[in-house]
Nanobody, 126 residues
Framework: QVQLVESGGGLVQPGGSLRLSCAAS????????MGWFRQVPGKEREFVAA????????YYADSVKARFIISRDNAMNTVYLQMNSLKPEDTAVYYC???????????????????WGQGTQVTVSS
């Protein structure tokens, strides 16, 4: 099993920044990639960004490209999501997730992620 714990959410004004963290523990060696998703009530969970534990390559939804940055610290088994130029439409519960296998075609499919954190609320409002 793999446990994921998110932190760093909160209330921020439009144009502001937040950094989310996701600490992984347990059998992390069984995972190949990490992703961030977000969800608002009544809507489907939405892909935000993904990163592999090894090698290069980061992947983003078009709605956050050039504003959000996903990064990793392999030694700490931690993944980060730096969110800049935040907009009210970024308001959601943000979830961290882990995949056990990697393909370049399904990183945005939440059904392909085996482990999930509990979520952290991000609210962008003045």
């Amino acid at each position: 099993q793999v446990q994921l714990v998110e932190s760093g959410g909160g209330l921020v004004q439009p144009g502001g920044s937040l950094r989310l963290s996701c600490a992984a523990s347990g059998r992390t060696f069984t995972t190949s990639a990490m992703g961030w998703f977000r969800q608002v009530p009544g809507k489907e969970r939405e892909f935000v960004a993904a990163i592999r534990w090894s090698g290069a390559g980061t992947y983003y939804a078009d709605s956050v490209k050039a504003r959000f940055i996903i990064s990793r610290d392999n030694a700490m088994n931690t993944v980060y999501l730096q969110m800049n130029s935040l907009k009210p439409e970024d308001t959601a519960v943000y979830y961290c997730a882990a995949k056990t296998s990697w393909t370049p075609t399904d990183y945005s499919d939440y059904g392909k992620y085996a482990y999930w954190g509990q979520g952290t609320q991000v609210t962008v409002s003045s």
